[in-house]
């Protein structure tokens, strides 16, 4: 069953208020999806752009009101869980979504529906390394020392990936920490505080060796960038991105048209290729190169590494201690 055009439901109201990250990101999202699916309806998008901080602050200070000011939530899957256990997010009626069906089963969540996903994986210089590296331990090797290259953002997923390296798990990452010191000592790997700056680096060739996500490796070598992407023997470490409706919701029949009409086949590949991203359905419009670039194999994605979502949240707190008052020490 596909979805309805907005022009042929009624919504309650004119206007749904969409939560999500700003930059290139909403442009990607407002260009490849919500421009074609609801441009010539009458049902006009707001967007609340912010940091996801900020987004989910403002989502919880909400939660005591009648009624809120955001229908839709962009977020991530770890995100979502968070905000989903603090009483934020809707549980989803599959029924009002009829294209949920072609979610690729693993992905599904019961108050998020899952857009793309893509997992962290190694990158490199294959001008510098010419042998694909093959597991996160290749991050220790002393052969590389000074042009290892850590993001600060995105701490936790080298908290995890010290975990798998070193026999440790999504559920029990105690292995990470001293295994993480070792690191320091080994490669004294380079810090950098963003995305961006992690790219120039590579771009000078500072560095020869991360690991972040399968999607950025895609997008910066597209932009030129001497990069490429290697699958670990340890499976990469997953993460999606989707959106879910706030229970506080003033529009909720626009909601989930919202949700029905991001789920159609040509959207779906739209966002894909604008976010380098794999996509999380199993009908989406690709073509056969574009499949290529961002798909996980079968096998890739069953050796996919989930976030122990409870573990995580409870530890966090914790991590992000341990590493500003230890690693980046």
Request: overall charge neutral; aromatic content about 12%; charged content about 20%.
């Amino acid at each position: 069953m596909g979805a309805l055009l907005p022009s042929e439901t009624k919504a309650q109201g004119a206007e749904l208020v969409v939560s999500n990250w700003g930059g290139d990101w909403n442009e990607r999202i407002v260009k490849g999806f919500e421009n074609p699916a609801f441009g010539s309806s009458q049902l006009r998008i707001v967007h609340d752009l912010a940091p996801v901080p900020e987004r989910k602050a403002k989502l919880l200070a909400e939660r005591r009101l009648p009624r809120g000011t955001v229908d839709v939530t962009w977020l991530s899957d770890a995100d979502a869980y968070e905000m989903n256990s603090q009483g934020v997010l809707e549980t989803l009626d599959v029924s009002r979504i009829p294209s949920s069906g072609h979610i690729i089963e693993k992905f599904r969540l019961p108050y998020l529906v899952p857009c793309i996903y893509g997992g962290v994986v190694i990158l490199y210089n294959p001008a510098k390394i010419p042998t694909p590296p093959s597991s996160f331990a290749d991050l220790w090797n002393p052969k590389y020392a000074g042009r290892v290259g850590i993001m600060d953002q995105i701490y936790f997923n080298y908290i995890y990936a010290a975990s798998l390296a070193n026999g440790g798990t999504m559920g029990d990452v105690s292995k990470a920490f001293p295994a993480l010191l070792d690191l320091k000592k080994a490669v004294q790997p380079r810090l950098y505080p963003s995305h961006q700056t992690l790219a120039a680096a590579f771009q000078s060739e500072e560095i020869w060796i991360s690991a972040n996500y399968s999607a950025r490796a895609v997008q910066w070598e597209k932009e030129g960038l001497p990069i490429r992407w290697s699958y670990p023997k340890e499976g990469a470490v997953f993460i999606s991105f989707g959106a879910g409706i706030t229970k506080r919701a003033r529009n909720t029949e626009a909601a989930y048209q919202y949700l029905e009409a991001m789920l159609q086949p040509k959207p779906m590949g739209a966002i894909s290729v604008a976010t380098s991203y794999s996509v999380a359905t199993n009908n989406a419009e690709l073509n056969p190169e574009a499949r290529k670039s961002l798909e996980f194999t079968a096998d890739q994605v069953a050796k996919l590494n989930f976030v122990d979502y409870p573990y995580a949240a409870k530890s966090d707190p914790k991590w992000v201690e341990w590493w500003n008052k230890e690693f980046k020490a």
